[in-house]
């Protein structure tokens, strides 16, 4: 096999793995769980582990992933997890669902919905601390009665999202109050909600602790399936698999340098005015991988090489007592902003293994 660099290394049973222990696990208090994709672009080999490990719903941010995972034949329960006004057209003939917040994005989904005689249901997202997406929930109530009856749309759902922008935690709290929220539309409309969905990755502390989730019955779960952590703390789940990707990149240089810059120095790259510790000459290796294709310091060298920098193109790791030769592959583990833009980038191979 001619291997190919710089590569992801995909394991689709670590995936599956991780989806099923959480469908399970969730599945107890009768939580339903959307497979997140849009970190993996919609790929539809990983899109399809997390269906054969319990996952009802696909969601993604993009209507270009959402798109690929269907071209693919991925049969599934799509959501868009943020809707483009101006492609309404393109939202309600990709995704069953899609989260809204603004009055007149549904009335223009409601418009190509109701032309295309079908039901596209909206979840409303709730403003609840995170700053965000999401309605003011004293707003919440008049913002229904101003699109329930649209037709081609139907309201499905109310939902909220935590610890994106603002790092708000999820707790029994806003969550009691979420809950409590989706009580009194029920009650104020007569209707049933066929969704609350309580946030993502970062609920999974709330679900261990809470006395009940009340109402909450779905969460969209991408990086915990993905990268089997939760992410409030970046702790791995128990049973999870955490190496479900690995980075794999070339050393093309190695040589002993100086740890401080020599010459006068101004700004690097990017427009950093970079600082260095002396720690005399040390043994350092380029590895053929840079900023267009991952962040890196969400890299972690599986043999402990600490990550000195990174430019556009040229990794800089000190390759500390390991005998690297040029050519060698090094390996790295991601974390979330890595993942996300390793498969990203065109320049990185996505290998499977035990595949399709
Ligand atoms: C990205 C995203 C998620 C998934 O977040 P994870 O931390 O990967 O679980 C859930 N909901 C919305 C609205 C998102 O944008």
């Not at 999974?204 to 779960?221: D, F």
Request: glycine share 8%.
């Amino acid at each position: 096999m001619i291997a190919t660099l710089p590569r992801v290394e995909i394991s689709l049973p670590g995936i599956r793995h991780n989806a099923r222990i959480l469908s399970a696990y969730f599945e107890k208090e009768d939580i339903s769980l959307m497979g997140v994709s849009k970190a993996v672009l919609g790929d539809p080999r990983i899109v399809d582990a997390m269906i054969q490990g319990g996952v009802r719903f696909i969601a993604d941010s993009r209507i270009e992933n959402i798109r690929r995972a269907k071209t693919a034949g991925i049969k599934a329960q799509f959501v868009l997890l943020r809707t483009p006004m101006s492609r309404a057209d393109e939202v309600v003939d990709c995704a069953d669902y899609s989260l809204n917040t603004e009055v007149n994005t549904i009335e223009k989904l409601s418009h190509c919905a109701a032309r295309k005689n079908i039901i596209h249901k909206i979840i409303l997202m709730v403003e609840m601390g995170d700053l965000r997406e999401g309605i003011a929930p004293e707003d919440l109530l008049a913002f229904i009665d101003k699109v329930r009856t649209f037709p081609g749309t139907r309201i499905a759902g109310i939902g909220c999202n935590l610890a994106c922008h603002g790092g708000v935690l999820p707790n029994e709290r806003n969550m009691r109050l979420m809950s409590d929220l989706a009580s009194s539309i029920e009650q104020e409309f007569r209707t049933r909600l066929e969704i609350v969905s309580g946030g993502n990755s970062a609920n999974y502390n709330w679900y261990k602790t809470t006395q009940g989730p009340g109402k909450i019955n779905n969460l969209r779960l991408g990086e915990a399936i993905l990268l089997g952590c939760e992410t409030a703390t970046r702790t791995p789940i128990p049973g999870l698999d955490t190496k479900c990707f690995e980075l794999i990149a070339e050393v093309i240089e190695l040589k002993r340098k100086p740890s401080i810059p020599l010459g006068e120095t101004g700004q690097d790259a990017f427009g950093n005015f970079p600082a260095f510790e002396d720690r005399g000459v040390t043994p350092r290796a380029i590895v053929a991988l840079g900023r267009q294709d991952v962040d890196a310091g969400g890299l972690t060298s599986v043999d402990n090489l600490p990550v000195l920098g990174a430019s556009s193109d040229h990794l800089i790791l000190d390759a500390g007592t390991r005998r690297l030769k040029v050519g060698d592959e090094v390996k790295f583990n991601l974390k979330y902003s890595a993942l996300l833009a390793a498969m990203t980038s065109p320049f990185i191979k996505k290998v499977y293994t035990q595949g399709w």
